[in-house]
């Protein structure tokens, strides 16, 4: 009779729980939170196993990726799905969870989640990295001005190429406080220098990709647009049309209807932030900044006076997923169009 197994996965072990086709226990134990020992825990039930379910979490990845090429049938499975089934059960423990996720693999009752490509998750911790190091920066600096304001020292509105220069100029009357903000600026100028360094070296990966290349055709999107979409929607076959893929962002409004009810309100947020961020900064350089005309940005205007700049840059950037994700698909670049005006000229 095949089996079934349902993990749950901790930092230092992982609950294993095999059940068989009826739902009786077949062995419950632990391993460690390494493939080698997970991978020895299973092997003895190797040729009756039919399927292993587990929870998407930071090392679900690492051992999906192990046990895939290990030849074991694996699942990753949506964690707030998981939450859900896995709350009606009377106790919460590691031991009891592997029960639960055992029982849904059993009758079917589980939502699978995509795991993304080696190549793909590479390049997400890379631009995690850097939005992490573009936070602290900015955090650094807002610091700064919080200190020099109370001794009436405003750095003001300042290019961030010069903004090291104007602390320079503010703390040269006054060498006191220098024994405080030096060691801020200058961590402040190490981790722009980083910065710099990491952003050319993804400009010249971006600029090796067929498919970035392609992506950067579009006014607005640049290296770092490009590979967050490609890191984040990583095969975009999986996906059955360019609507899914802003569904999938969080860039559709949510909608809750009941009975007469129905409303729609804003969007649901409920996608990756990063790319979605991304795509906001790509539409408003598209509508704000680009000098080249589109049927894109032509919308765009239509739409700016009638319901604002912000809202206007979230509908667009719900268009740049759909207009990228065909562009990937079809394999052709973005089309641009001359202005209404100049055309009736």
């Known amino acids: 009779m095949s089996v079934v197994v349902g993990l749950d996965v901790s930092l230092n072990s992982i609950s294993i729980c095999i059940v068989d086709e009826a739902g009786g226990p077949v062995w419950q134990g632990k391993s460690l939170s ?8 299973l092997e003895g039930y190797r040729e009756r196993i039919r399927l292993i379910g587990i929870e998407a979490c930071p090392l679900s990845e690492w051992l999906y990726a192990a046990l895939a ?12 799905h998981a939450q859900r089934f896995l709350s009606s059960r009377p106790n919460k423990t590691d ?3 592997a029960r ?24 997400r911790t890379v631009l995690n990295a ?18 020099l304001k109370v001794y009436g020292l405003k750095i003001g509105a300042v290019h961030r190429c010069t903004y090291a ?16 903000i030096d060691p801020l600026l200058e961590v402040r100028n190490v981790m722009r220098r980083q910065k710099v360094l990491l952003d050319r070296k993804l400009s010249a990966m ?13 006014s607005g999107v640049g290296p770092i647009v490009s590979l967050a979409f490609k890191a984040t929607i990583d095969d975009p076959k999986r996906f059955k049309n360019g609507k899914a ?101």
């Not at 992490?132 to 650094?140: G, S, Y």
């Not at 909608?255 to 996608?271: A, V």
């Open 245 to 345: 893929v802003a569904a999938h962002l969080g860039l559709t409004p949510r909608i809750y209807q009941s009975g007469e009810l129905d409303r729609s309100g804003n969007i649901s947020k409920c996608g990756d932030k990063l790319m979605r961020h991304a795509l906001y900064e790509a539409a408003n350089s598209h509508l704000r900044i680009a000098k080249k005309w589109s049927p894109l940005k032509s919308w765009g205007m239509k739409l700016l006076p009638r319901i604002g700049a912000k809202k206007t840059c979230v509908a667009i950037a719900r268009k740049l997923a759909i207009i990228m994700h065909r562009m990937w698909v079809d394999e052709v670049d973005f089309r641009f169009s001359e202005p209404a005006d100049r055309i009736a000229a």
């Open 100 to 123: 639960g996720i055992a029982e849904m693999m059993r009758i079917g009752h589980f939502r699978p989640v995509h795991v993304k490509s080696g190549a793909s998750q590479r390049i």
């Open 130 to 147: 850097r939005e992490k190091l573009v936070r602290q920066i900015i955090k650094i600096e807002q610091t700064i001005r919080g200190l």
């Open 95 to 97: 031991r009891s969870d």
């Open 206 to 218: 971006a600029r090796q990709d067929e498919v970035c290349r392609r992506l950067m055709t579009v």
């Open 34 to 41: 390494e493939p080698a020992a997970l991978i020895g825990a």
């Open 165 to 180: 220069a104007r602390v320079e100029a503010l703390l040269a009357d006054m060498p006191n406080l220098r024994l405080g």
């Open 69 to 80: 090429e290990s030849g074991f049938s694996i699942v990753c499975i949506e964690t707030r």
